[in-house]
T-cell receptor
Framework: AQSVAQPEDQVNVAEGNPLTVKCTYS??????LFWYVQYPNRGLQFLLK??????LVKGSYGFEAEFNKSQTSFHLKKPSALVSDSALYFC?????????????FGKGTRLHILP | DTGVSQNPRHKITKRGQNVTFRCDPI?????LYWYRQTLGQGPEFLTY????????KSRLLSDRFSAERPKGSFSTLEIQRTEQGDSAMYLC??????????????FGQGTRLTVV
């Protein structure tokens, strides 16, 4: 069965600095990996995904993520943080090899961007 | 594309009552997911459908929970004999199935259930 771990409950970054939100995954087959963001009292919004190909994927709002197969990681990154990036971020995985391809989410990381 | 729609947005019910939530997915999406989210936690998988077929139901779910998608379009989630521990946000999402460009799920705004 697939699983996702987000080792940090909270990440604090000063505005303008680069940010990284960590994610590791476990699947039996090949992973599809996703990042979502959730603002207060809002639903989850899709940010970006890795399916295949280039290990660095770019998404919405200047975010990008790097897929590392050997480390089974998919860390979310942004070169320069904005205060408006403060939100709850979720990593998710879909294991597409065995047909059991439901999407499983991590527990989330709260990102605080300090002005 | 009008997005995923969930109704009602909020529901307050007394313990022991039954509640039913509705989800209307994006029209061309054949996959539909239900998740439960408590404050500050990640979405917990409940069940999912491929068209009208229920593919899996979480072992964490008691028999008080049931979901249907009778015509492969909208879905309902029913909770019978509600308990205070059922208080949570119930999220619905939909996606296409198959192909690398059709993988991500799109979420509705959720239904917040409060059991008093």
């Amino acid at each position: 069965a697939q699983s996702v771990a987000q080792p940090e409950d909270q990440v604090n970054v000063a505005e303008g600095n680069p940010l990284t939100v960590k994610c590791t995954y476990s699947v039996s087959g090949n992973p599809y990996l996703f990042w979502y963001v959730q603002y207060p009292n809002r639903g989850l919004q899709f940010l970006l995904k890795y399916i295949t190909g280039d290990n660095l994927v770019k998404g919405s709002y200047g975010f990008e993520a790097e897929f590392n197969k050997s480390q089974t990681s998919f860390h979310l990154k942004k070169p320069s943080a904005l205060v408006s990036d403060s939100a709850l971020y979720f990593c998710a995985v879909r294991d597409i090899r065995y047909g059991d391809d439901k999407i499983i989410f991590g527990k989330g990381t709260r990102l605080h961007i300090l002005p | 594309d009008t997005g995923v729609s969930q109704n009602p947005r909020h529901k307050i019910t007394k313990r022991g009552q039954n509640v039913t939530f509705r989800c209307d997915p994006i029209s061309e999406h054949n996959r539909l997911y239900w998740y439960r989210q408590t404050l500050g936690q990640g979405p917990e998988f409940l069940t999912y459908f491929q068209n009208e077929a229920q593919l899996e139901k979480s072992r964490l779910l008691s028999d008080r929970f049931s979901a249907e998608r009778p015509k492969g379009s909208f879905s309902t989630l029913e909770i019978q004999r509600t308990e205070q521990g059922d208080s949570a946000m119930y999220l619905c999402a939909s996606s296409r199935q198959g192909g690398p460009s059709n993988t991500e799920a799109f979420f509705g705004q959720g239904t917040r259930l409060t059991v008093v």
